[in-house]
């Protein structure tokens, strides 16, 4: 047996990646969450202290995620308060 035949055997038996089901919330990272929204990570976390932005929906000691869908909810939100101006 050649090396190409070992090759091909090994990854034959190599299991794809674990992915997590299609149903499962997507966790955004405090710097993702600013990222989408076009600003910085301290005022990110003012909006948050004040109120005007909602609190993370996973805290595990120094870990916090927001469900992708708070986000895009507030967003939303944000865009009828507007009227879809974005802000002009």
């Given at each position: 047996?050649?090396?190409?035949?070992?090759?091909?055997?090994?990854?034959?038996?190599?299991?794809?990646?674990?992915?997590?089901?299609?149903?499962?919330?997507?966790?955004?990272?405090?710097?993702?969450?600013?990222?989408?929204?076009?600003?910085?990570?301290?005022?990110?976390?003012?909006?948050?202290?004040?109120?005007?932005?909602?609190?993370?929906?996973?805290?595990?000691?120094r870990?916090?995620?927001?469900k992708r869908?708070?986000?895009d909810?507030?967003?939303?939100?944000?865009?009828?308060?507007n009227?879809?101006?974005?802000g002009?």
């Open positions: 047996m050649n090396t190409n035949d070992q090759n091909a055997q090994r990854e034959e038996r190599r299991s794809p990646p674990k992915r997590p089901p299609m149903d499962a919330p997507v966790l955004l990272r405090p710097e993702e969450v600013a990222r989408r929204l076009n600003i910085g990570g301290r005022t990110m976390w003012r909006w948050v202290a004040e109120g005007t932005f909602p609190s993370p929906d996973l805290r595990q000691g870990v916090v995620r927001w869908e708070t986000v909810a507030w967003l939303e939100g944000r865009c009828s308060e009227g879809g101006q974005n002009k």
